[in-house]
């Protein structure tokens, strides 16, 4: 709906949760308000203002949860940790992606598996944005059955953070949280003497995630330097102090652009 070409692309929302991905470009978002702020622009409370009065919705207004027959829980359940004779049956490409540019494994403590998380670079889009998307894969079985199979769902929350097996084995090291895998593992070079980890599903699911192994950390934040990332770590950080982080530090973008 962002594009100007003759071509839809595929925007899906999901009407039980208000979440929302186009898979065009790779956008997403966890809530309607984010998708008003993704088509026009603007701030969160604009946005949300926007959709207030759409719905024609006024403060203090009492709204009736819609009745439905469906169970709140999914049909499929993940199966943690995943067995060792599930991880030698992981699919290799994904039914419409095709093969990963990159796969990330989520662990417990002691490291074993949690979910296998790919990524997909698709190119670039007529303004030359790079095109992405990440499909989240876990062993699952339905309710009431016993017979397993990989399943394209995440995790239920609180969502774990990555790496929690490195967390656990350096429990001394600092830590460094950036905003998805690929910062992730960018910063664990960059700092080898921290921990790099990051929550999964992307900037707007902190609130999502499981931060709890971050307790009595000295931690580094290293947020994207765009409007999302810049809006979303300072949350983190004030979130993290209330959990009971050592300290909290965030790192000082504009310190990039200086000129010597």
């Known amino acids: 709906p962002t594009r100007a070409d003759k071509h839809a692309g595929s925007l ?23 998708l008003v702020r993704y088509l026009d622009g603007g701030t969160d409370v604009e946005a949300c203002n926007k959709l207030a009065d ?27 940790p995943i067995p060792e004779e ?16 990159v796969v990330w494994l989520y662990r417990d403590v002691k490291a074993n598996p949690l979910m296998v998380l790919y990524r997909f670079d698709l190119g670039t889009d007529e303004e030359g944005k790079q095109r992405k998307a990440f499909a989240p894969l876990t062993w699952c079985k339905p309710r ?22 490195q967390l656990a084995q350096r429990n001394t090291a600092a ?12 910063a664990a ?7 790099a980890t990051c929550w ?8 999502k995630a499981d931060f709890g192994p971050l307790v009595g950390r000295d931690v580094l934040l290293w947020p994207d330097n765009d409007a999302p990332g810049l809006a979303c770590m300072p949350a983190v ?12 530090r965030m790192m000082a973008l504009s310190v990039f652009n200086q000129q010597p």
């Open 86 to 101: 599930a991880m030698r049956k992981v699919p290799k490409a994904h039914h419409q992606h095709g093969a990963p540019s």
């Open 175 to 186: 830590v460094v949280v950036c905003e998805g895998e690929k910062s992730a593992d960018a």
């Open 189 to 195: 070079l960059l700092l080898p003497d921290h921990v």
């Open 144 to 165: 009431g059955s016993s017979a397993c199979q990989w399943r394209w769902q995440g995790l239920p929350e609180p969502r774990p953070l990555l790496h929690l097996d």
């Open 200 to 207: 999964p599903n992307g900037t707007n699911s902190w609130q």
């Open 237 to 248: 950080a004030e979130h993290l102090r209330q959990l009971g982080a050592a300290s909290v």
């Open 12 to 34: 899906k929302v999901n009407f039980g949760k208000g979440t929302w991905c186009d898979f065009a470009t790779g956008d997403k978002g966890g809530d309607l308000i984010d």
């Open 54 to 80: 759409f719905l024609n919705i006024t403060a203090g207004t009492q709204l009736a949860a819609p009745s439905t027959s469906k169970a709140k829980t999914p049909d499929w359940v993940p199966v943690l």
